[in-house]
């Protein structure tokens, strides 16, 4: 123990992975493009092939996307970035001044996450979650001044909901690469662009990365840094401190997760899933697979919701807990047709109220049962009784495969969780039926909150 009683110095903390910014600037070579001649990207035995899976689903594509397809990733094989880019290494969600305390220990009850440490800069702080070096980190930004405007607040407030939380949001992915410089010199020659180091400083993001501009199909953006699989995850930000009021609500948040029996039945990320314009739908798919290593699993016509959902997954590692799988989900029509086809449009209506942005986090559940029940049921009925909405009940059975739900959307962040379980040997990603029942409960919800919103103005 180190500092006030009941503190741990970070080199006690059981998941401290975080070195504090005197010790960044040992480490931060891993990090930092390298332009060492004899990193040649043509030393390779094999090349990967980012085609050979079959396609699954029932949704129609344009010749034009199928075009395109095959040829951004025959072109990133050849070139090597499908090699260099690997699996998600973190997470980055922003919230409004004054709320991580409660998002972390929100996080902390519903998912395998653990605060791990507190990286302290000018204008924000930013919460390090990690359940293993296997997974994801989940950083969280609080905003600490609600005057501060910039990039990612402006995303928000020319949409109605999202202008309510002007700061909060999911910001996006950031991929593990093994040569950060040829990854980065690459893209830029496919026309991606990036912030230069002097914006990533002003910004307040970890200055060992390459991040991407938001895309204007998703409003997410993807950043890159290289770490050796061997080595620990270094977040080149600020001052590493571990604040005392987050660490008591985590440690009372996993003091209930354990006592409920909720620790060793959920699981990390399934998947994330964004949503973006109809019109939005093909770019946005092609434009992920350009940025990452993922491919194309295929996409699903959600005829009755007026949606389609659109699935990219690792071309590296078929277990999602380590890179989680991609969504993308668009209505089929634009909104301004809605009158004409006589269908509900959630989809499309979740984007014009909050943006194109991540919709909601889906975390696996252990399969099997506790006290009689399938595990979803046990956690959920936990989770409630601890005071958290869920917008439907659980849907799905044994016998589809599957069982999936819906959390209302959190007040700090506007995410949605999602829970799912995967029974026995079922080997697909979803079914169609679960997939229309949640999109419509969480479109009740969304109206909801349109009508509060507007009741405000």
Known sequence: MCGRRGRLCHKEHPLYHVWPTSLHRCH???ATPCSNPNNKLLHRVKMTNSLIYPKQGDKANSPWFEEFLVKLLEDRDRIGLTDMIREIDALMITVEPGCSVAYVSELALMTPYHYLVTLESES???????VDMNSPDVLVREVRDSSKHGIFRSLNEVYPIGAHKPNSRYMGEIFRVTNLHDVVELQKAREIRFFNQDQIRKLELPGNMALVKPSPYTHNIVGYWERPLDELRVYALGNSVIRDDVNVGYL???ETQKALGLDQLILPIDHLATRIYSQNREA????????????YWGSYDIANQNSSTNVTKSIHYADESVSPAKV??????PYFVNHLVGLPSPTESFVRNYGPRLHHIALSVADGETHGVANIDYVVDAIKAKGKDFLLDVIGSREEGL??????????????????????????????????????????EENLRLLQAESTI
């Open 328 to 333: 993308f989900t668009a209505a089929n029509h």
């Open 124 to 130: 924000h702080w930013t919460h390090i979650l990690r």
């Open 28 to 30: 931060m070579t891993h």
């Open 252 to 254: 009372q948040a996993k």
């Open 284 to 295: 946005a798919i092609l434009e992920y697979l350009t940025l990452s290593s993922y491919y």
């Open 403 to 444: 069982k999936q739900i819906f959390s209302s959307a959190s007040e700090h962040s506007s995410l949605i969780v999602e829970y799912v379980q995967r029974f026995g040997d079922f080997d697909g990603f979803f079914t169609k039926q679960n997939v229309a029942g949640l999109t419509e409960a969480a479109g009740v």
